[in-house]
T-cell receptor, first 114, second 108 residues
Framework: DGGITQSPKYLFRKEGQNVTLSCEQNLNHDAMYWYRQDPGQGLRLIYYSQIVNDFQKGDIAEGYSVSREKKESFPLTVTSAQKNPTAFYLC?????????????FGAGSRLTVL | GQNIDQPTEMTATEGAIVQINCTYQTSGFNGLFWYQQHAGEAPTFLSYNVLDGLEEKGRFSSFLSRSKGYSYLLLKELQMKDSASYLCSDNYGQNFVFGPGTRLSVLP
């Protein structure tokens, strides 16, 4: 079955460490997205990519980095520069192009900074 | 801007009907989406409107008025499993903006 796989599901990090969250999709979707979700708030866009080797900053990109070397993969690195990284991170994908397309989400990764 | 507003919490009784409202302020509008998210899980797609009017999908319906920047999600014959957060999302350009979500509690 096609879908999006995020790993790890739970991750603990010490302050000052970088961590990378994996996101893999086999839906043949061109566009991929990373969102952050905090309690009581909506999903906020960190980065998105419409095509391989290209990506754009979202609303809260500071302290994060991404790469898109393959169509299927869009890993997110949470760097030590991110001051408040404890959150639920969601990866999503959609068919490329303007107009309305449905987002398909992964199961999420919950990051806790100790 | 792309502000999206929806109530933070709602409570309803099993078997009842509930309406969750959403207002948005955006340009380049490409559609209004509703997603359901159970606690600790990923959002899943429920419904989508790009034209004015009502879209019905079983127990769930969604309405859109573009001139008023307003949408609602209507849930009929509520079941306990409908207890979840409901996210309103606006698609503009090649991006998606989400509201804060409405946490619905269905009581027996």
């Amino acid at each position: 079955d096609g879908g999006i796989t995020q790993s790890p599901k739970y991750l603990f990090r010490k302050e000052g460490q970088n961590v990378t969250l994996s996101c893999e999709q086999n839906l043949n979707h061109d566009a991929m997205y990373w969102y952050r979700q905090d309690p009581g708030q909506g999903l906020r866009l960190i980065y998105y990519s419409q095509i391989v080797n290209d990506f754009q900053k979202g609303d809260i990109a500071e302290g994060y980095s991404v790469s898109r070397e393959k169509k299927e993969s869009f890993p997110l690195t949470v760097t030590s520069a991110q001051k408040n990284p404890t959150a639920f991170y969601l990866c999503a994908s959609s068919i490329k192009g303007p107009g309305a397309n449905v987002l398909t989400f992964g199961a999420g990764s919950r990051l806790t900074v100790l | 801007g792309q502000n999206i507003d929806q109530p933070t919490e709602m409570t309803a009784t099993e078997g009842a009907i509930v309406q969750i409202n959403c207002t948005y302020q955006t340009s380049g509008f490409n559609g209004l989406f509703w997603y359901q998210q159970h606690a600790g899980e990923a959002p899943t797609f429920l419904s989508y409107n790009v034209l004015d009017g009502l879209e019905e999908k079983g127990r769930f319906s969604s309405f859109l008025s573009r001139s008023k920047g307003y949408s609602y999600l209507l849930l009929k014959e509520l079941q306990m499993k409908d207890s979840a957060s409901y996210l309103c999302s606006d698609n503009y350009g090649q991006n998606f903006v989400f509201g804060p979500g409405t946490r619905l509690s269905v009581l027996p």
